[in-house]
């Protein structure tokens, strides 16, 4: 699977890179909104593992934009971000209108339940 | 006017689809001109902003050539203010994405000049962070609803008679009118009193300083919400 990543963290990105590689994926990396954009326009993901917190351009500005294109509607999105899923007050939304499949807090996931979750996402897909 | 096709313009992004593989068109709302499309070239392709030239959450200048059809050419586009607190925060940012959804829904291709001055006054109250978001967003479904001339009747019944302090009131959505009931009501005078200050169009910032704006704000949120589901298209 092609794994799009927007992590604006170097250091977690390349801790998260290098366990999905180890599952056989192909991780691309992007480290902003427009950064992401522009790595999908050069080839379309299987699954987009997303950081809503981001400097400039948030997630959910990357994840209207995305989804503003016909060819990515049916790419699944999978939110591994800081912001506690208490205060993702509309994390509904981000599922129904973003096509978001699932919400991890990343200081409560670790990097096997990271690489489960996109597995399962990547298999439903 | 600048010569007799290029024209300049304030505006808003209301939302943007792909045309063909590198052209983005954007939906403009403007003050003078109502709704506006244009097609942006090549945005796709290069290393633009998100939006295809245009941030969004902000007021822009743009240059643009009117088309023959409904559709004219983004020329160029230059900032002029930038509500970028929006974007630092997640809430914020979706409820300031409901609120164009909204407007664009609601609105015809030609609205008036009021609906794009309650965009900026609704940016500048989610740029503000010290301004509750349930506040903004019910503070906007009653602006809709004024503008769009569904303000409910908050002085008196149906009947004529003058709503009084001492009773409590239900909402007749048949009437756009508050009732009295026999067995009391959901709404007392505090809270009509306040939706008469939100319906007469004041500030976010105005009804954040408004004593007990909260439990007001959480009293007729979802009366508000009723209503625009009931009102507007």
């Known amino acids: ?45 299987d699954v987009v593992v997303l950081e809503l917190q981001m400097p400039r351009h948030n997630g959910v ?14 790419v699944p999105v999978l939110v591994h971000s800081f912001v506690p899923p208490s205060e993702l007050t509309r994390a509904v939304k981000l599922r129904a209108e973003l096509g978001v499949v699932q919400i991890l807090h990343k200081p409560a996931t670790s990097l096997r339940q990271l690489c489960e979750a996109v597995a399962h996402v990547a298999v439903a897909a | 006017m600048m010569n007799n096709r290029q024209e300049v313009t304030e505006a808003i992004v209301l939302a943007r689809t792909e045309y063909g593989e590198a052209d983005r068109i954007l939906t403009l709302l403007t003050p003078e001109n109502g709704k506006l499309r244009l097609i942006a070239k090549g945005v796709r392709r290069v290393k633009s902003k998100l939006a295809g030239g245009i941030e969004l ?13 409904d559709i004219g050419t983004l020329i160029s586009a230059r900032l002029v203010t930038y509500y970028s607190k929006i974007v630092g925060d997640i809430d914020r940012t979706m409820l300031g994405y409901d609120l164009i959804k909204q407007l664009h829904k609601v609105t015809e291709d030609e609205p008036e000049a009021d609906y794009y001055h309650l965009l900026v006054q609704a940016f500048a109250a989610l740029d503000d962070a010290t301004i509750d978001i349930e506040l903004i967003r019910m503070w906007f479904g009653a602006q809709l609803l004024r503008l769009s001339g569904h303000t409910p009747n908050l002085r008196t019944e149906p009947g004529g008679a003058k709503l009084t302090a001492e009773q409590a009131y239900e909402f007749s959505f048949d009437d756009s009118a508050f009732v009295a009931r026999p067995d009391g009501g959901a709404y007392r005078a505090d809270a009509i009193k306040f939706l008469r200050i939100v319906f007469d169009g004041n500030q976010p910032a105005v009804l954040a300083h408004v004593g007990g704006a909260a439990r007001l704000v959480e009293q007729t949120r979802q009366l508000v919400a009723f209503m625009g589901q009931q009102y507007l298209r």
């Open chain 1, 1 to 45: 699977m092609r794994i799009l990543l927007i992590e604006p963290d170097r250091l977690l990105a390349g801790a998260y890179a290098s366990a999905l590689e180890q599952q056989g994926h192909t991780v691309v990396h992007a480290v902003s909104a427009q950064g992401a954009v522009h790595q999908a326009d050069q080839q379309t993901p």
């Open chain 1, 61 to 74: 500005e990357f994840l209207y934009e995305f989804r503003s294109y016909t060819e990515w509607l049916g």
């Open chain 2, 57 to 69: 959450f902000s007021v822009t200048n743009v240059t643009y050539i009117k088309g023959r059809g």
